[in-house]
């Protein structure tokens, strides 16, 4: 397929465009950050979501027949410090491509988060559950959620949990741990009082570019499969580098707080019940993922 990805600068682009090149796809990959130059094979193109007269022109250009909109604001703090911006992109942005997208008759899959939820519910998250975030990421990605359900019957919405992966545009959890870890650091401090399931983006990869072949439209989770806490990523890591001088300190959330202030929710930990139910579910166990992803991209730390 011709296909227009929007974000792609970041962790999950970087894994996600070479798949889809590699599948034979042909990519227009997109973002408003052009520093890195090229993702994957392909030198990257300035889109900006937020003006709809970009999103049309690109549609007009290359004429897609699948738009893959990954770019959102992500940083949870960023986004209460300037909560419009978080709505004109993460809610409005995507309902340009939405509109775009209804306007040419254009497929759309759209990247959304566990973070549409409020984190009660003890059980994993499937997607039959009602979302009620608890912050404005949530809200905002929730919004766009609904932009494309409403105006795009021809759509996949695949909400990831704990972004992981990206080797150096990773500035996520793991990356900060292994930054520690290379900085000398003997103590970590890791919370143990919230939860989530990763989600391996080179899996993710994978299991996508199977589902946007399939034509089996609808709202899905990609996660890997498991649960755990910050505190249990973090004595995995360690116990994978095999540096038994290191001490894991399981910390509360208030240990946090002045940095992370944003509210999250207790919970984060899905189940890709309708990948499961239709047999599609290729996403591997977070810990084997892991271990993957140390293996690949850190080789020079492990022993």
């Not at 990257?44 to 604001?73: G, S």
């Not at 254009?106 to 409020?118: K, R, W």
Request: glycine share 8%; with cysteine.
């Amino acid at each position: 397929m011709r296909i227009l990805a929007t974000g792609c600068a970041g962790m999950l682009g970087s894994a996600l465009v070479p798949q889809l090149e590699a599948s034979g796809h042909e990519v227009t990959a997109t973002d408003i950050d052009l520093g890195s130059g090229r993702v994957g094979g392909v030198d990257l193109q300035h889109l900006d979501v937020r003006i709809p007269e970009q999103v049309d022109n690109w549609m007009d250009r290359i004429r897609p027949e699948l738009v893959v909109h990954l770019a959102a604001h992500t940083d949870l703090e960023l986004c209460e410090r300037d909560r419009d911006d978080a709505w004109r992109t993460n809610a409005l942005g995507t309902k340009h491509v939405a509109l775009a997208c209804r306007r040419r008759g254009t497929q759309l899959a759209y990247i959304s988060t566990a973070g549409v939820f409020d984190g009660t519910k003890q059980e994993p998250y499937i997607e039959f559950d009602a979302p009620s975030p608890i912050n404005t990421y949530g809200a905002s990605k929730y919004q766009g959620e609904l932009f494309v359900q409403r105006l795009v019957p021809e759509s996949y919405t695949v909400r990831a949990g704990w972004m992981v992966g990206g080797g150096a545009k990773d500035h996520k959890f793991v990356a900060k741990i292994l930054k520690q870890v290379m900085d000398g650091a003997t103590t970590l401090h890791a919370v143990g009082d919230k939860f989530g399931t990763p989600t391996y983006a080179r899996d993710f990869a994978e299991c996508f570019g199977r589902l946007i072949l399939s034509q089996s439209y609808g709202l899905y989770h990609m996660a890997s499969i498991g649960a755990c806490s910050r505190f249990d990523v973090t004595r995995k890591i360690v116990s994978l580098l095999d540096r038994s001088d290191i001490e894991v300190v399981e910390v509360t959330s208030d240990f946090f707080s002045v940095e992370y202030f944003a509210d999250r929710p207790r919970s984060e930990t899905m189940r890709n019940l309708v990948l499961d139910l239709q047999g599609m579910n290729t996403m591997r166990n977070w810990e084997v993922a892991l271990e993957d992803y140390l293996v690949t991209d850190f080789p020079e730390m492990m022993r």
